[in-house]
């Protein structure tokens, strides 16, 4: 399976990271985008894949900076021809989808739509073998571990505090992207420091964490927050970027 970081920022945009999304690609499966914030649909049209390419958009909660590019999505959609589209999430993503045609009405009836709401447990989406369970945030927000049958299973926490059930979800997985948006000099809530994040995780067998949605506050404190989350050397903990690739079977990067 790879995974490309379409936007590894925040709702704070910095100019050079674009607020969250994630492109899931695996052989015989189409591609599965996963939230969409400010920025993907321009991401995404650097990829291969391309917006055309993605017909299932999996959101893991409805905060603007993991939906805002939606119907951007949908009307690049329209225009380009490709006029399907299913868009899954937790309970409320029909009535967001909707509300957002209502104020955009001359889209309504531009892509054939089909919408999915999901919850905690085990579900399908787009071809792929899904696990979800409830974070920890300031709104409904669910993480997902995707299972990839060639080995290499991929988690990706949402948004959430540092807590046992996205490290349990995570156990054995080759890859889990999890929100770090601060450093341990901000006192946050609904988002964990990297102190507490470490706490978490140790003692589960995971192989690599990408630390993702990133805020300014970050800038300039990547080696600290590191040191706080506790890893042993590069290869067990990293910062994402816009435009990286990962192979889960092998966590083998390409420059993005």
């Given amino acids: 399976m790879r995974v490309t970081f379409l936007g590894t920022g925040s709702a704070m945009p910095t100019g050079e990271r674009f607020q969250t999304g994630l492109l899931l690609e695996a052989d015989g499966r189409d591609p599965l985008l996963v939230d969409c914030g400010s ?3 321009h991401a995404l049209a650097r990829t291969d894949v391309g917006y055309e390419g993605v017909s299932t958009v999996l959101l893991t909660h ?3 900076d993991h939906v805002a590019d939606l119907l951007p999505l949908l009307k690049a959609k329209w225009l380009a021809g490709t006029t399907d589209l299913t868009v899954a999430g937790p309970e409320g993503t029909r009535e967001l989808v909707e509300g957002l045609l209502d104020v955009h009405d001359y889209l309504q009836g531009r892509v054939d739509l089909t919408f999915e709401e999901v ?3 085990a579900f399908s989406v787009g071809g792929y073998d899904v696990e979800a369970v409830e974070t920890v945030h300031s709104l409904y927000c669910l993480a997902y571990r995707f299972a990839d049958p060639d080995g290499g299973d991929f988690v990706f926490s949402g948004d959430s505090e540092a807590i046992d059930a996205i490290a349990d979800l995570a156990e054995g997985a080759s890859v889990l992207a999890h929100d770090c948006s601060f450093p ?5 809530s609904n988002h964990p420091t990297p102190t ?3 706490e978490v995780l140790a003692g589960h067998d995971i192989g690599t964490v990408y630390l993702t949605h990133l805020y300014p506050h970050t800038d300039g404190e990547h080696e600290s927050m590191l040191e706080s989350v506790g890893a042993d050397d590069d290869d ?3 910062f994402a970027r816009d ?3 990962v192979d889960t079977g092998g966590t083998d990067e390409e420059a993005g």
């Fill in 243 to 245: 435009g990286l690739t």
């Fill in 236 to 238: 067990e903990v990293r």
């Fill in 196 to 198: 507490q994040l470490g």
């Fill in 39 to 41: 920025g993907v649909l």
């Fill in 184 to 188: 341990d000099s901000v006192d946050v």
């Fill in 62 to 64: 409805h905060h603007l």
């Fill in 119 to 121: 919850g905690p447990g």
